[in-house]
């Protein structure tokens, strides 16, 4: 990227300026904390400088994206919450091996919350918690391509998490 081809401060602030309005309105309708919208702001600032040469609509293509950097902002927040569920579950699995009464009510927890979902679900997350096999061996059980189990299981993950919301285990919020 050449230097003098980036376009001017001037007409990066007036840019700015026409679309502070319907950037706070994205804002809002996504939800973004305050402190999350400028690194928002910024990422779609730092992609428009790289291409703005190609962009025919600077507008349409900057309220674009910013909507985009959103949806990615929560879709990473959940992807998150899921991974922090799934291994402090497996903490809790590892750490009643010592204990046979806190395994045998953690196993009667989980299955009441694994029976309430999909039975997809059920089985991935059963394999994965009860008999403590890893994504390659879950898919290869299960049928599924080793590249793919990690969106079935995020998905899995999705409901266990929608299901401990419903029954209190766990409070919602924004990332369910």
Not at 111 to 119: I, N, V
């Amino acid at each position: 990227m050449k230097v003098s081809s980036l376009p001017s401060n001037a007409a990066i602030e007036g840019l700015l300026e026409e679309l502070e309005p319907r950037i706070r309105s994205t804002f809002a309708r996504f939800q973004i904390p305050p402190q999350d919208a400028e690194d928002l702001l910024q990422q779609a600032l730092l992609v428009y400088l790289y291409k703005h040469e190609s962009v025919e609509s600077p507008e349409k293509w900057f309220l674009g994206t910013l909507r985009n950097r959103c949806l990615g902002y929560w879709r990473e927040r959940r992807r998150r919450l899921y991974t922090a569920l799934d291994q402090a579950i497996l903490e809790n699995v590892a750490a009643t091996k010592a204990n046979p009464q806190e395994a045998l009510d953690l196993q009667r927890d989980m299955r009441s919350l694994l029976d309430q979902l999909p039975g997809r679900c059920r089985n991935l997350l059963t394999l994965r918690y009860q008999e403590g096999c890893d994504a390659p061996e879950t898919a290869r059980r299960l049928g599924y391509k080793t590249s793919g189990i990690y969106k079935v299981t995020e998905r899995c993950l999705a409901a266990l998490t929608r299901r401990m919301v419903a029954c209190g285990i766990v409070e919602g919020g924004q990332d369910d």
